[in-house]
């Protein structure tokens, strides 16, 4: 498999998280995204397993650098859940995942030689244009209407999430897979319990451990929803990572549009069993836009190709 393979396979995955996020981030399970985010650098510790398979004391510059790309990244999450929390999670991810491309790519196009990219013919170039402009599509019905909104959270979240998968690439053109891996997961268990020096989010993190008047089977749901959706992640997190890691940063993170293609088509049978949570509606027009979206996406999938990018 090719590195684009790996990175599709966890753009599957992420959708299938992100959908477990909407679900999760109700007021039946964890209705607090601090809480939340808690819980998920806390998981990020089982990525020690890895450790026997090749982890080693790296320079100190390095260890700083994946340490920070951790701790962005569960900053950005944060702000993601917030986000996700007020709104419908097929509207916020686009925007998230949208702002993270744009990050990226300015930064890997201006400084090409810190992230070890390739050189962008035009072929490439017009490739990630039309990932871009077919994530667009899939994400926002146009035009735009007064009510649209663009969350102040998302955008955050965007931004601190692409500038945790630069650092992440920066460390990488020097360090080790598995290093960068367990050392950047061990940066999220740092930012998690560093939650806990906000007062108000240690009173969040706390109160949610206290004995509540909730149902044994509700809790038992929420755990088993909670290790789904974070192995899900998890998994995801892993071939997105080894595919920046092989490939281009840019190029990865332009393919997240095929994340809200799956996003599209897997909230519809999710609006059907939960209709108080997935519940968008398409109209005529609104599936053109989406088709004419992957017509845009085969396209930047048909210039890769040209451009001597190996698909699959």
């Not at 995955?13 to 039946?28: F, M």
């Not at 004391?57 to 340490?67: A, E, K």
């Not at 950005?76 to 916020?92: D, E, P, Q, S």
């Not at 906000?198 to 949610?208: A, Q």
Request: aromatic letters at 16%.
């Amino acid at each position: 498999m090719s590195w684009i393979s790996f990175a599709i396979l966890g753009y599957f995955c992420n959708a299938v998280s992100q959908l477990l996020d909407k679900v999760i981030l109700t007021e039946k399970h964890i209705p607090k995204p601090a809480v939340y985010a808690f819980y998920v650098a806390m998981f990020s510790l089982f990525s020690v397993v890895f450790a026997p398979f090749g982890i080693t004391l790296i320079p100190l510059f390095y260890l700083v650098i994946f340490f920070l790309s951790g701790g962005l990244f569960v900053l950005g999450l944060l702000f993601f859940y917030y986000a996700v929390k007020a709104g419908n999670v097929a509207r916020i991810a686009p925007l998230v995942g949208l702002v993270t491309s744009v990050t990226v790519l300015l930064a890997g196009g201006i400084f090409p030689h810190l992230f070890g990219e390739f050189a962008f013919t035009k072929e490439i170039l017009a490739a990630l244009v039309f990932f871009v402009m077919g994530g667009i599509l899939i994400s926002y019905d146009l035009p735009l209407r007064k009510n649209d909104t663009f969350p102040l959270s998302a955008v955050i979240a965007g931004f601190l999430l692409g500038i945790s998968l630069l650092l992440l690439k920066y460390g990488y053109v020097e360090i080790t897979f598995i290093n960068g891996l367990v050392w950047s997961r061990l940066g999220m268990v740092a930012a998690g319990l560093a939650l806990l020096l906000v007062p108000v989010y240690r009173r969040e993190i706390l109160v949610h451990h206290e004995p509540k008047k909730m149902k044994s089977k509700q809790n038992i749901k929420t755990l088993l929803l909670f290790i789904a959706n974070k192995s899900c992640a998890g998994f995801a997190s892993f071939l997105i990572i080894y595919a920046t890691k092989e490939g281009s940063v840019s190029f990865v993170q332009a393919l997240n549009g095929i994340q809200y293609v799956f996003l599209l088509f897997l909230a519809i049978p999710m609006s059907v069993r939960f209709p108080h949570i997935f519940g968008e509606k398409l109209s005529f027009w609104d599936w053109f836009q989406k088709g004419v979206a992957l017509t845009l996406i085969a396209l930047g999938f048909w210039f890769a190709s040209f451009g001597g990018v190996i698909l699959f």
